[in-house]
Nanobody, 123 residues
Framework: VQLQASGGGLVQAGGSLRLSCAASGRTFSSSAVGWFRQAPGKGREFVAAINWSGASTSYADSVKGRFTISRDNAKNTVWLQMNSLKPEDTAVYYC?????????????????WGQGTQVTVSS
C-alpha cells in the first residue's frame, strides 16, 4: 500500500481544513487507516482512526467533536475533516494504513505511512 496525504495549509484559528489520504494497492479496502500528527520537538501522536468498512472510528480526546474521519473504499481515499482548528493543532499530519482491519491508536500497529502534510493554525 502506498499513501499520499494532501490538503494541509495555513488557516486561522477557528477555521477548517480537509485532509485527504489517497491510497494505491489492492489491500487498502480491508485495512484500518489512522491519522497521526507530529509537532516540532514532539513525538508522533494519534489523532483518529477508522476501520476497514468505516463503521467504527476513534478519536484522540484533544480532537473529539472537532475532527471527523471518513473513507470511501471505491475511491481508495480516507479524509480527515478538521473544524474549529486551534493553534495547538499545528503539526505535520500523517496517514497510515495497517494490515489489520480494525483500528488501533498505536502507531506501531501501522505498517504503511504517507509522506505527511503540514497544517499550520495561526492565532
Amino acid at each position: 500500500v502506498q499513501l499520499q496525504a494532501s490538503g494541509g495549509g495555513l488557516v486561522q484559528a477557528g477555521g477548517s481544513l480537509r485532509l485527504s489520504c489517497a491510497a494505491s494497492g489492492r489491500t487498502f479496502s480491508s485495512s484500518a487507516v489512522g491519522w497521526f500528527r507530529q509537532a516540532p520537538g514532539k513525538g508522533r501522536e494519534f489523532v483518529a482512526a477508522i476501520n476497514w468498512s468505516g463503521a467504527s472510528t476513534s478519536y484522540a480526546d484533544s480532537v473529539k467533536g472537532r475532527f471527523t474521519i471518513s473513507r470511501d473504499n471505491a475511491k481508495n481515499t480516507v479524509w480527515l475533516q478538521m473544524n474549529s482548528l486551534k493553534p495547538e493543532d499545528t503539526a505535520v499530519y500523517y496517514c497510515a494504513a495497517a494490515t489489520a482491519s480494525y483500528w488501533s491508536p498505536n502507531k506501531y500497529d501501522y505498517n504503511y505511512w504517507g509522506q505527511g502534510t503540514q497544517v499550520t493554525v495561526s492565532s
